[in-house]
Each structure stands twice: as C-alpha cells, then as structure tokens.
C-alpha cells in the first residue's frame, strides 16, 4: 500500500517530531489555562510552562540532529561517553571532561578532553551523537548556542563549548 505522506515529508516531520509533540503539550496547557477552572487551570499552567521549556530543549536538538550516517557508534550510559568506531574507538567518564569542543570544519565532530588521555573526536553525524546533548547538560556554563552557531557556520570552527571551572585557592 502507498503512503499518503511523501517520503521527504514524512522524515521532516520524524525529525522535528519531539518539538512537535512538547508544542503540543504547551498548546494544550495554554487552553487549559485560559479556559478551565479551579484545580484544572493550574494543571494547565504547569503543562504550558513544562511544554515550553520541553519545546525550548527539543529544538536545540532537532536542529542538530542528524541522518546517523556518519563514522562509527555513539552510546551514554551512567555518566560515561562510549565510542565505537571501525578504526578503534574510546570511552570516557563524563566526570573526567576538561574541556569540550565543536569542530564545525568538514567532517563536524566534537572533541572531548580528559585528564591525562588523548582528545576524543567524535563525528556529530554517528548514530547515537545526539544523546550528547543531554549528557552534557548537567555541565555548568556549557554553551550549545555557541555549538549551534558554529555549525551554521557562524561562529568559529572551533568552538570550546565548555571548559572545567578552575578551583582557587582562597
């Protein structure tokens, strides 16, 4: 059976399918919120703005989102950054990070450093390369913006996103 959506279609709207859904949780906290009463209103207050900030999170990604084509495996699990690739590959422990970076010079990679081991570049088109926003997250200062910027071309080729603050001696 033929499909009603074009293929082109059909995999925009996959791509863009988490804001979609976030923006539709926010839609439906806003009518709440401005029609209902009592105990309901609140609810939707509290979707809307959960929906929003959900929405804010999700396009970030999508627009960094990619095919999956690229070089090799990327996979986050319990704070620790694995790569698999056909020429080797590494792992490290999020808490170890000094500093991340965002080449956006062909082929696009991020680039992590870590106490005493040799940078880890990933391409940000692996499978999986998206999950790196989220483990990031948790890191204090990071910029994304900076990374999104520099992939649209921007902003610099390279790009540290976040550096690990220095402990001072008081």
Request: glycine share 14%.
């Given at each position: 059976m033929k499909s009603l959506i074009r293929p082109d279609l059909r995999a925009a709207?996959?791509?863009?399918?988490?804001?979609?859904?976030?923006?539709?949780?926010?839609?439906l906290g806003l009518w709440w919120a401005l029609t209902a009463l009592?105990?309901?209103r609140w609810a939707?207050?509290?979707?809307?703005?959960?929906?929003?900030?959900?929405?804010?999170q999700?396009?970030?990604r999508a627009r960094?989102?990619?095919?999956?084509?690229?070089?090799?495996?990327?996979?986050?699990?319990?704070?620790?950054?694995?790569?698999?690739?056909?020429?080797g590959g590494a792992a490290l422990s999020i808490d170890t990070l000094v500093r991340v970076e965002f080449d956006a010079r062909a082929p696009r990679a991020w680039l992590f450093h870590s106490?005493?081991?040799?940078?880890?570049?990933?391409?940000?088109?692996a499978r999986g390369a998206e999950t790196l926003f989220d483990a990031l997250a948790p890191l204090p200062g990071a910029d994304f913006d900076l990374a999104l910027r520099a992939?649209?071309?921007?902003g610099p080729h390279l790009s540290v996103i976040w550096t690990k603050p220095r402990r001072r001696l008081h």
């Open positions: 709207l996959w791509h863009w399918r988490e804001p979609m859904v976030a923006g539709a949780a926010a839609l009592g105990l309901l939707g207050i509290t979707i809307l703005v959960a929906g929003g900030v959900l929405a804010f999700a396009v970030r960094f989102r990619s095919d999956g084509r690229g070089l090799g495996v990327v996979e986050v699990d319990e704070r620790q950054i694995t790569y698999f690739a056909p020429s106490d005493g081991a040799a940078p880890l570049r990933i391409p940000a088109d992939a649209r071309g921007d």
